[in-house]
């Protein structure tokens, strides 16, 4: 004859199937939520995450001046390096021939720019930093910007950048902001008297204000 279990032990026996039961049941609302929003949000072809780039959707295309990684001071295919201000163009093109000569290669990461362009980069810098006041630190608008004028280079990469920093002065391009290492304009006096104190950013330039 067989004892009966205990109902303590019945009781705990039933708890744990009813908890059992219930993590079961967690797990699959969990599984199913998670599958239908994988399947509602948006994939790009190729995986990876979706990214908003207007440089390709027809908003502004090399013609406004965009210029690929390669692109160097004398690629005259290039609109954001032909449209350089002449002089400019010409003292970076020697600067990069002796450059050159000492194993550094100086590439223009952007040169001039479309009004286009440029409302387009100030807008995203818009969106990322949140206001336009905190954006002015990094982007110009079109009316004030020394790119849409021809009048400047962003150099890369760092190596490059800190060689220009180092003997730019000697072709008449100084770095223009302390937070820009990149960002050079010409100043053909630099030859004679050195490059001026560069701006903190771009608010403390007075044509900024334009």
Not at 22 to 29: C, D, E
Not at 123 to 140: D, H, N, T
């Amino acid at each position: 004859m067989h004892n009966s279990p205990r109902p303590t032990r019945l009781r705990r026996t039933l708890v744990g199937l009813v908890i059992a039961f219930a993590l079961v049941i967690a797990a699959v609302v969990g599984l199913v939520a998670y599958r239908s929003a994988s399947a509602a949000a948006p994939t790009p072809a190729g995986g990876g995450t979706a990214e908003v780039d207007e440089t390709r959707d027809g908003a502004v295309t090399e013609a406004d001046g965009i210029l690929p990684e390669s692109a160097g001071p004398f690629d005259d295919g290039y609109p954001g390096v032909a449209r350089l201000q002449p002089a400019l163009l010409d003292a970076l093109r020697r600067a990069a021939t002796d450059a050159a000569a000492q194993g550094i290669d100086i590439r223009v990461n952007s040169g001039w720019r479309s009004a286009e362009y440029q409302e387009q980069l100030l807008r995203e810098a818009i969106a990322q930093y949140g206001s336009e006041a905190e954006a002015a630190r990094w982007v110009a608008t079109p009316t004030t910007s020394a790119h849409v004028a021809g009048d400047a280079v962003d150099i890369g990469p760092y190596a490059a950048a800190d060689w220009l920093i180092a003997h730019g002065q000697d072709y008449g391009l100084c770095r223009t902001y302390d937070n820009e290492a990149w960002h050079f304009e010409l100043n053909p006096d630099a030859v004679r008297n050195g490059c001026p104190r560069p701006y903190r950013d771009p608010t403390e330039d007075p044509r900024m204000a334009g």
